[in-house]
């Protein structure tokens, strides 16, 4: 079992980056606190996905680095990156006719070496992931024949069979029924205090944002727009700010997180009387 021995630091700065002639994330800076829970929101098309694609080097910065453990993952071997970070992307597609206990397995591809095969050690980060995202009772079936929210389970127990000091998640709760949301909040939440896992995940709930993480950056047009404690960030003026939405934010009476309460055209309540 490796359990992370220090907390990896992971470090954006001046971070330029896009597709084709385009920059959509423009200049961004962004020092992930180690061994904590960050949680990234912004609007549509703000440039979150593409963020995290920069962070694990799906695509190339045109300026500024992205630095982990002080080095830029661009200089380290692909098998070192993949060890130290596990990412779960968007809409993640499974190879055809793949089953369940198969793809949880290629998490455990970049520790495998060279000459050393499967070993017990990969045989139990797969078990343990598949029990931890109740998955195990579904582990012979093919990925293609599972509901979205069974698929979305599959996925993530593949990041956790990764077993990386850190883990970036593009929409973990996609799909989930509120119980599985809150579920696998809990169990990303308990890595992180179980094996000090730094966990940076992209949510749209703002509310569930708030309540997980311990850090929470609002972005808006390929920039950072405001970063902090969730009580500082989930404020009326940003919500207004960052996704034009009038709303009330209230203390949640069960976690003592902010709670914010859009106001529709016509979410007000008329006058009595
Ligand atoms: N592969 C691509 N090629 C060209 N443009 C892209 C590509 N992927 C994303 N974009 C564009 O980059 C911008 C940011 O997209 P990104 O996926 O980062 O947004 P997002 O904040 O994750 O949005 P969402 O909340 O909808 O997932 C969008 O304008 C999108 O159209
Ligand atoms: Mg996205």
Redesign the pocket.
């Known amino acids: 079992m490796s359990a992370a021995a220090h907390s990896t630091s992971l470090v954006v700065s001046g971070l330029s980056a896009?597709?084709?002639e385009t920059d959509?994330l423009q200049g961004l800076d962004l020092t992930v606190p180690p061994g904590r829970i960050t949680a990234i929101v912004?609007a549509?098309?703000?440039?979150?996905?593409?963020l995290l694609r920069a962070m694990s080097r799906l695509i190339q910065p045109r300026r500024g680095q992205v630095l982990l453990d002080g080095k830029s993952i661009h200089h380290l071997p692909s098998r070192q990156l993949a060890r130290q970070l596990g990412l779960l992307p968007?809409s993640p597609i499974a190879p055809e006719g793949i089953t369940v206990a198969d793809l949880v397995s290629r998490g455990r591809h970049p520790h495998q070496g060279l000459f050393s095969g499967w070993t017990r050690a990969d045989d139990e980060a797969v078990a343990e992931a598949l029990v931890t995202t109740a998955t195990d009772g579904i582990a012979t079936r093919l990925v293609d024949e599972l509901s979205g929210g069974q698929r979305q389970r599959v996925w993530i127990a593949m990041a956790l069979a990764q077993q990386t000091d850190l883990l970036l998640l593009d929409e973990p709760t996609t799909f989930l029924d509120i119980s599985h949301q809150i579920e696998v909040l809990d169990l990303l939440t308990d890595l992180n205090r179980a094996r000090g896992t730094t966990i940076v995940m992209?949510l749209h709930d703002l509310n569930l944002a708030a309540r997980y993480a311990d850090y929470l950056v609002a972005m808006a047009a390929g920039r950072l727009h405001v970063s902090g404690k969730p009580e500082d960030v989930l404020t009326e003026s940003n919500v207004r700010e960052v996704f034009g939405l009038e709303s009330r934010v209230i203390t949640d009476p069960t976690s003592g997180r902010p709670l914010m309460l859009p106001i529709g055209r016509h979410g007000m309540v008329e006058a009595a009387g």
């Open positions: 896009g597709y084709g959509i912004g549509n098309a703000c440039g979150k996905s593409t968007q992209v």
